[in-house]
């Protein structure tokens, strides 16, 4: 007989409702027509009116506080936790055999996964999914598309203030970075899509060379900044060596250390985002832009 698909959940807990990303979610199971538990740990102004406007129930959690990460979990069918798997891992055991639930991870752990950080991410996946073998992994590419995401957006404003932009290594490793509204729809469809593989890859819809995406966030920047290849070896231990001291970077070595490193993911199963590159930089751009005129 064939395999009955799976009760969509009636309620969802999004952990991390305070993010953008988590805010994203929130409106796409509000859409579909699901409850939500909109968890974020940090209170700011507007937050709950905002988390309240989309149709959510907006709750003040900290993940690591059990008691009331399982009060929140009885409320609820299912869950998304938006902050990184070492972050909300401690949540993972506290799931019902029947509850669904996707946790972040990222793509990095192939790649590098001798880093520290990435070692981490790693056994936490692994612990994950032996406390809940019916949670779902994905390991997100470079996310951006938002002003703070870390990535993308550090870049573009150094576009626009830097004659010249250095471009660690040859420029030739590939990157497939992630808009996170794809990211939130890859998440959703996940959990409720029937159980399949424990861990699921989300990128972008094609590879570029880091030079390319150099030359594209100039672009969608305004920007005309000379790009110079820099060689990473020579640049990696003046970083390790200022970070020692305790001068904060924007750049850490890690990541320099990563340059030379092709992280466009291969292999089938793949979930790729439908927002171009060219797309997401502009739309960026223009928030980025946005934020500038407010103040």
């Given at each position: 007989m064939p395999m009955k698909p799976p009760t969509p959940p009636s309620s969802v807990l999004v952990v991390g409702a305070g993010g953008v990303l988590g805010q994203e979610i929130v409106r796409l199971l509000r859409a579909k027509g699901f409850g939500v538990l909109a968890a974020y740990r940090t209170q700011r102004a507007g937050l709950n009116r905002a988390l309240s406007e989309m149709g959510a129930e907006p709750l003040q959690l900290d993940v690591n506080d059990i008691a009331a990460t399982r009060q929140a979990l009885s409320q609820v069918k299912a869950a998304i936790f938006t902050p990184i798997l070492t972050v909300v891992q401690t949540a993972a055991p506290l799931?019902?055999?029947?509850?669904?639930?996707?946790?972040?991870?990222?793509?990095?752990?192939?790649?590098?996964?001798?880093?520290?950080?990435?070692?981490?991410?790693?056994?936490?996946?692994?612990?994950?999914?032996?406390?809940?073998?019916?949670?779902?992994?994905?390991?997100?590419?470079?996310?951006?598309?938002?002003?703070?995401?870390?990535?993308?957006?550090?870049?573009?404003?150094?576009?626009?203030?830097?004659?010249?932009?250095?471009?660690?290594?040859?420029?030739?490793?590939?990157?497939?970075?992630?808009?996170?509204?794809?990211?939130?729809r890859a998440a959703v469809n996940i959990l409720l899509a029937p159980p399949g593989q424990p861990i699921t890859i989300v990128a972008g819809p094609k590879p570029v060379s880091q030079?390319?995406?150099?030359?594209?966030?100039?672009?969608?920047?305004?920007?005309?900044?000379?790009?110079?290849?820099?060689?990473?070896?020579?640049?990696?231990?003046?970083?390790?060596?200022?970070?020692?001291?305790?001068?904060?970077?924007?750049?850490?070595?890690?990541?320099?250390?990563?340059?030379?490193?092709?992280?466009?993911?291969k292999g089938a199963g793949i979930v790729r985002g439908e927002t171009s590159l060219e797309v997401g930089l502009s739309r960026l751009a223009a928030r980025l832009n946005d934020r500038s005129h407010d103040g």
């Open positions: 799931l019902g055999k029947d509850q669904s639930a996707v946790f972040l991870s990222s793509n990095n752990v192939t790649i590098d996964p001798k880093d520290a950080v990435y070692a981490a991410l790693l056994r936490a996946e692994a612990a994950v999914l032996v406390q809940a073998p019916q949670a779902r992994i994905v390991r997100p590419t470079m996310i951006y598309g938002y002003p703070g995401d870390g990535n993308l957006s550090k870049l573009m404003a150094a576009m626009g203030r830097m004659p010249i932009m250095p471009l660690p290594g040859n420029g030739i490793a590939l990157q497939q970075p992630i808009f996170y509204a794809d990211l939130a030079r390319q995406l150099y030359q594209l966030t100039a672009a969608a920047a305004g920007a005309r900044p000379f790009i110079m290849s820099l060689p990473v070896s020579v640049f990696t231990p003046v970083l390790s060596l200022l970070e020692r001291i305790g001068l904060g970077l924007s750049v850490k070595s890690a990541q320099l250390r990563r340059a030379g490193l092709d992280k466009a993911p």
